[in-house]
């Protein structure tokens, strides 16, 4: 039972490229959501969907793209990477909504030079 | 809006002493409350979570939290730690309706023997 897979695991990118950060679950869940951690600032919430073609903007949502074209898959693109983008990348689901307790997976490390 | 402080950032305790991780939360309507478990390099786990009912809830791993509405508190404790409780601990709040989950900026605890 996979669960919530996140890919890749680390990645280091040059300021102003792009970049498409995968999840995937194998749970049916209909609720989706992206998170950034960063030191003494707990998760922010990026961007959420409550099911395939519905997406929503969380906390901190400039500077990142989503779409929901699938139950299963729920891909962050950086269109123009900066530093201030340098986090860890949580994915996390739901059956059904964003005050549930969510499915996280193992998280991305994304470094901006 | 709903907010969370977890007013501890870093906490020491001895193998085999109790802990409580304190927990504040402001939200207008009736909270969903969590607590999350994160250990280094991993995604969040989900130790227990109120919604509504017993104000004392019983968690995974030995853990237990109390809801107390007058003072806006969810405090996690555990009468007795074993070492392999060293981690980040969350604290997180929703809400019926609401497809925001909100994240406080965490507890790390070490475990000394």
């Known amino acids: 039972n996979a669960g919530v897979t996140q890919t890749p695991k680390f990645q280091v990118l040059k300021t102003g490229q792009s970049m498409t950060l995968q999840c995937a679950q194998d749970m049916n869940h209909e609720y989706m959501s992206w998170y950034r951690q960063d030191p003494g600032m707990g998760l922010r919430l990026i961007h959420y969907s409550v099911g395939a073609g519905i997406t929503d903007q969380g906390e901190v949502p400039n500077g990142y793209n989503v779409s929901r074209s699938t139950t299963e898959d729920f891909p962050l693109r950086l269109l123009s990477a900066a530093p201030s983008q340098t986090s860890v990348y949580f994915c996390?689901?739901?059956?059904?909504?964003?005050?549930?307790?969510?499915?996280f997976g193992d998280g991305t490390r994304l470094s901006i030079l | 809006a709903q907010s969370v402080t977890q007013p501890d950032i870093h906490i020491t305790v001895s193998e085999g002493a109790s802990l409580e991780l304190r927990c504040n939360y402001s939200y207008g309507a009736t909270p969903y409350l969590f607590w999350y478990v994160q250990s280094p390099g991993q995604g969040l786990q989900l130790l227990l979570k109120y919604f509504s009912g017993d104000t004392l809830v019983q968690g995974i791993k030995g853990f237990e939290a109390e809801f107390k509405r007058s003072q806006s508190s969810f405090n996690l404790r555990k009468p007795s730690v074993h070492w392999s409780d060293a981690a980040e601990y969350f604290c997180?709040?929703?809400?019926?309706?609401?497809?925001?989950?909100?994240f406080g900026t965490g507890t790390r605890l070490t475990i000394i023997p």
């Open positions: 996390a689901s739901s059956p059904t909504g964003g005050n549930q307790p969510q499915h």
């Open positions: 997180a709040v929703g809400a019926l309706g609401n497809e925001k989950l909100t």
